[in-house]
C-alpha cells in the first residue's frame, strides 16, 4: 500500500502536507497554553533543541546522511532562518493574546502578500481577478481586525507582520529550493532559531523587563524559568511537531504541485478552530468567521490562480511554516 502512494506524486503530496498542517495545529496550540508561563524565546529554544535532535537523529539517517546538508548558500539559508524565526516570534506574540482561530486566520493573508512581491521582485503580471481577490482578503483582514472598534487588539497586527515574514521567506525559497534539499532548508532553520533564541535568552532571560500588563510583551520579556511535570511533555512534542511539520511540507512541495498542496494548508482553519474550543473554550463569533470566510477564501483562489500560472513556467519549491 505504501508503495502505491509513493508512486502517486499528488497522492503523496496531499498527504505530506495533512501530516504538516496536523504538526503546524499542534505546535501553534501548544506554543499558546504555554504562553502563560514561559517566555517565548525559552520555548523556541527548547523546541529548537529537540526538533533538531529529531531531524538529526530521525530524518537525517532517513534522507542520505550528512551529504544532504552540503550547500553553498550558507548565507542564504540564514538570511530564510531570519525571516522565519522573525515570522514565529510575531505569529505566537500575537497568539498570546488573541483568539487561535482568529490569529491563524489573520496569517492567512500571507497568499496575498506573496502575489504583490511577485508583482514587485519577481515582475510578475497579476490580472484583475487576483487583484480583486487581494481585495476582498484585505476587506475579510479588516472584518477580524475591526479598527477603531473596542473589539479591536493592536496584538492582531503582529500576525499580519508574520506574514509579511512568510512571504519574504516564499520569495526567498523560490530562488534557493531548486537546488537545495529539503532537509538542509530545515536543518538551517533549526539552527537559526537555536542561534537567536538563545541571544534572545542572554539578553531577557534574567526577567529585567518583565511585568508588563500587555500578554503579548509579558510573553516576550518575561523570565526564564525551568520546566516542570507535563509541560517538558508539551515541549517535546512541540519540539517533534516542529521538525516533523518543516520536513513534510517541504517534502509535500517537492514532490507534487502547489495547486496540489496549498489548498490543504488550509486544513490549518478548522484545526485552529477545533484546539480553540476545545482547549481554551474560544469560539468566533459571527463577524469574526465572515471576515474568515473571506480571508480563507480569497487565499484559496490566490492560490490556484499563482500555481496555474506557474506551472508551465517553473518546478514548484517546498516551503517551510512555523
Same mark, same amino acid.
Given at each position: 500500500m505504501?508503495?502505491?502512494?509513493?508512486?502517486? @506524486?499528488?497522492?503523496?503530496? /496531499?498527504l505530506c502536507a495533512l501530516v504538516a498542517v496536523f504538526c503546524f495545529s499542534i505546535n501553534d496550540m501548544a506554543i499558546k497554553f504555554l504562553s502563560g508561563g514561559y517566555a517565548l524565546h525559552q520555548v523556541v529554544l527548547f523546541r529548537s533543541l529537540i526538533g533538531m535532535v529529531v531531524l538529526l537523529t530521525i530524518l537525517l539517517p532517513l534522507s542520505g546522511g550528512l551529504a544532504a546538508l552540503r550547500t553553498r548558500r550558507l548565507g $542564504?539559508? &540564514?538570511l530564510r532562518g531570519a525571516c522565519v524565526v522573525f515570522a514565529n516570534m510575531t505569529?505566537? &506574540?500575537?497568539?498570546? /493574546?488573541?483568539? &487561535? /482561530? %482568529? +490569529?491563524? /486566520? #489573520?496569517?492567512?493573508?500571507?497568499?496575498? #502578500?506573496?502575489?504583490?512581491?511577485?508583482v514587485i521582485f519577481l515582475k510578475e503580471t497579476v490580472g484583475p481577478l487576483r487583484w480583486?481577490? !487581494?481585495?476582498?482578503?484585505l476587506v475579510g483582514i479588516l472584518i477580524v481586525l475591526r479598527p477603531g472598534t473596542e473589539v479591536f487588539q493592536p496584538a492582531a497586527l503582529l500576525p499580519v507582520a508574520a506574514a509579511f515574514g512568510y512571504a519574504t521567506l516564499h520569495m526567498l525559497t523560490r530562488y534557493i529550493g531548486r537546488t537545495e534539499s529539503a532537509l538542509a532548508m530545515s536543518f538551517? !532553520?533549526?539552527?537559526?532559531?537555536?542561534?537567536?533564541?538563545? +541571544?534572545? +535568552?542572554?539578553?531577557?532571560g534574567k526577567g529585567q523587563f518583565a511585568g508588563w500588563d500587555n500578554a503579548s510583551l509579558d510573553f516576550m520579556f518575561? %523570565?526564564?524559568?525551568? @520546566?516542570?511535570?507535563?509541560?517538558?511533555l508539551i515541549l517535546v512534542t512541540v519540539g517533534a511537531a516542529s521538525a516533523f511539520g518543516g520536513f513534510f511540507i517541504s517534502q509535500a512541495y517537492r514532490v507534487a504541485e502547489a495547486a496540489v498542496v496549498a489548498p490543504f494548508e488550509y486544513v490549518a482553519m478548522p484545526l485552529a478552530v477545533f484546539w480553540g474550543v476545545l482547549v481554551f473554550a474560544e469560539w468566533p463569533d459571527g463577524v469574526a468567521i465572515a471576515g474568515i470566510a473571506l480571508i480563507i477564501g480569497s487565499g484559496l483562489f $490566490?492560490?490556484?490562480? %499563482?500555481?496555474?500560472?506557474?506551472?508551465a513556467k517553473v518546478p514548484d519549491t517546498p516551503r517551510y511554516r512555523r
Amino acid at each position: 500500500m505504501f508503495r502505491s502512494i509513493s508512486d502517486n @506524486p499528488t497522492l503523496m503530496g /496531499a498527504l505530506c502536507a495533512l501530516v504538516a498542517v496536523f504538526c503546524f495545529s499542534i505546535n501553534d496550540m501548544a506554543i499558546k497554553f504555554l504562553s502563560g508561563g514561559y517566555a517565548l524565546h525559552q520555548v523556541v529554544l527548547f523546541r529548537s533543541l529537540i526538533g533538531m535532535v529529531v531531524l538529526l537523529t530521525i530524518l537525517l539517517p532517513l534522507s542520505g546522511g550528512l551529504a544532504a546538508l552540503r550547500t553553498r548558500r550558507l548565507g $542564504m539559508h &540564514l538570511l530564510r532562518g531570519a525571516c522565519v524565526v522573525f515570522a514565529n516570534m510575531t505569529f505566537f &506574540l500575537g497568539l498570546a /493574546a488573541l483568539p &487561535l /482561530a %482568529e +490569529g491563524v /486566520a #489573520i496569517f492567512f493573508v500571507s497568499p496575498l #502578500i506573496i502575489t504583490v512581491f511577485s508583482v514587485i521582485f519577481l515582475k510578475e503580471t497579476v490580472g484583475p481577478l487576483r487583484w480583486a481577490a !487581494i481585495a476582498l482578503g484585505l476587506v475579510g483582514i479588516l472584518i477580524v481586525l475591526r479598527p477603531g472598534t473596542e473589539v479591536f487588539q493592536p496584538a492582531a497586527l503582529l500576525p499580519v507582520a508574520a506574514a509579511f515574514g512568510y512571504a519574504t521567506l516564499h520569495m526567498l525559497t523560490r530562488y534557493i529550493g531548486r537546488t537545495e534539499s529539503a532537509l538542509a532548508m530545515s536543518f538551517y !532553520i533549526q539552527l537559526t532559531f537555536i542561534l537567536i533564541s538563545s +541571544g534572545m +535568552g542572554v539578553a531577557f532571560g534574567k526577567g529585567q523587563f518583565a511585568g508588563w500588563d500587555n500578554a503579548s510583551l509579558d510573553f516576550m520579556f518575561r %523570565e526564564w524559568v525551568m @520546566p516542570h511535570g507535563r509541560d517538558w511533555l508539551i515541549l517535546v512534542t512541540v519540539g517533534a511537531a516542529s521538525a516533523f511539520g518543516g520536513f513534510f511540507i517541504s517534502q509535500a512541495y517537492r514532490v507534487a504541485e502547489a495547486a496540489v498542496v496549498a489548498p490543504f494548508e488550509y486544513v490549518a482553519m478548522p484545526l485552529a478552530v477545533f484546539w480553540g474550543v476545545l482547549v481554551f473554550a474560544e469560539w468566533p463569533d459571527g463577524v469574526a468567521i465572515a471576515g474568515i470566510a473571506l480571508i480563507i477564501g480569497s487565499g484559496l483562489f $490566490m492560490v490556484w490562480r %499563482e500555481a496555474k500560472s506557474r506551472r508551465a513556467k517553473v518546478p514548484d519549491t517546498p516551503r517551510y511554516r512555523r
